[in-house]
């Protein structure tokens, strides 16, 4: 049975991995792989009752590489395999509201804890027509929904004055945040009521340990990085929920090696977006978090085109860096 809202803002808060999509060497869904990826983690967060909420079906899931009814069986198994001991958001963004309704209610069914709406997509709506496109999202299901405030899915970014009314509705309980400019975060954490709408921040660590300034407002992190190293991601909660910013840094400065690889490997790989470089997005992390999975000993498997896996040489970079930082 999903958590009520009042206590689901309660526990949306701390390391919040965005789980990737494992799929065999053909190309198959791997479910009985992405069950052996879930209890991993909730057996890092049972182990010290700790602040852990499974992201699923998300950028980071290859959601717009899976069919609508791999989405489902994605959604299914995580809830399933959870079974009560997370809150569980999934991903339910389609680009218009008709669909995206569809499968919010099918997460509803299932069991999910929240459901996680990216802004429309394709076609950009109005600021009227993305409050209606909330709106009508959220009535039409009794669980929480989170806002994915991310422009380079969308296109667009929610202003301030949206978000601060989007926040009123009842079970709109949270926003993934990936606003790049830290005066937006500072906006949102000084108007956005916490009781009203919990904020996350969308961008990870790094970003994180920034939006903490803010009176401590964003009360948790989405991560790539804590699906196969969950302790390098989850100190840095715990050093911030302390005040201790000078540890944090230190196991940023621990994680440089990894982001120094993934630049490479995004430097390889020329975009064509037109999207404006601030506010866009590197996917060449998925491709090295699907290889470190697999080194680790968990299930990532190939990617999905059009993203690109790591070539043979990357494959053993990423393998030196793992052992640099600890993780192998």
Known sequence: ??????????????????????????????????????????????????????????????????????????????????????????????????????LAKYAEEVGVDCAMVVPPYYHHASKEGMYRHYKEIADSIGIGVMVYNNADASATLIPLDLMARLAKIDNMVACKDNATSFADLAFKALTINPEDMVLIAGQGEVQYIGAAAYGFKYQGFVSFIGNFAPSLSYEVYTAVKRGNFKKAYEILRKQLPLWSLISKVERKRESISVIPACLRGSYAYMGVGKAAMDLVGLNGGPLRLPMEDLTAAERQGLKAVLKEIGVL
């Open 1 to 102: 049975m999903p958590i009520n809202l009042d206590e689901l803002k309660k526990r949306l808060k701390g390391m919040i991995p965005v789980q990737y999509c494992p799929y065999t060497k053909g190309g198959e869904l791997d479910l009985e792989g992405l069950k052996e990826n879930t209890e991993f983690l909730i057996d890092f967060a049972t182990a010290g009752n700790k602040d852990v909420v499974i992201m699923t079906n998300g950028s980071t899931t290859e959601c717009f590489a899976n069919s609508i009814e791999e989405q489902k069986k994605v959604i299914k198994t995580v809830v399933d395999t959870v079974a009560g001991r997370l809150p569980v958001v999934a991903g339910v963004s389609q680009p218009g509201t008709k669909l995206t309704i569809e």
